[in-house]
């Protein structure tokens, strides 16, 4: 019934900036923390970042102080921008909504996206 769709993933250089989207269809109106992860071939999936319907967030240690999550009620979007990123940032990077922290970061709950691809080449 949700579907997740990203973008705004691409090749920039080192120190360069991303902005991600994420937009939401279906029936979503449950769906309290929105979140970002990241997965680098042949490595586990990386939290990121969440932000609540309440406008709590949080961030990883990996992008905490160069990173922003933030939402837009209306269109049901969540958004990721990224500033001076670097090789170790390369990944596809993915959206998930859930009811709970417990579901977003739970491994098998909530609703995913199909990924943007993130190349920082140096």
């Known amino acids: 019934q949700v579907q997740l769709v990203e973008s705004g993933g691409g090749l920039v250089q080192t120190g360069g900036s991303l902005r991600l989207s994420c937009v939401a269809s279906?029936?979503?109106?449950?769906?309290?923390?929105m979140g970002w992860f990241r997965q680098a071939p042949g490595k586990q999936r990386e939290y990121l970042a969440y932000?609540?319907?309440?406008?709590?967030?949080d961030y990883a240690d990996s992008v905490k102080g160069r990173s922003t999550i933030s939402r837009d009620s209306a269109s049901n979007s969540v958004y990721l921008q990224m500033n001076n990123l670097q090789p170790q940032d390369t990944a596809v990077y993915y959206c998930?909504?859930?009811?709970?922290?417990?579901?977003?970061?739970?491994?098998?709950?909530?609703?995913w996206g199909q990924g943007t691809q993130v190349t920082v080449s140096s």
């Open positions: 932000i609540t319907v309440g406008g709590n967030t």
């Open positions: 279906g029936n979503s109106d449950n769906l309290n923390i």
């Open positions: 998930k909504f859930a009811i709970t922290l417990g579901g977003l970061l739970g491994e098998r709950s909530g609703f």
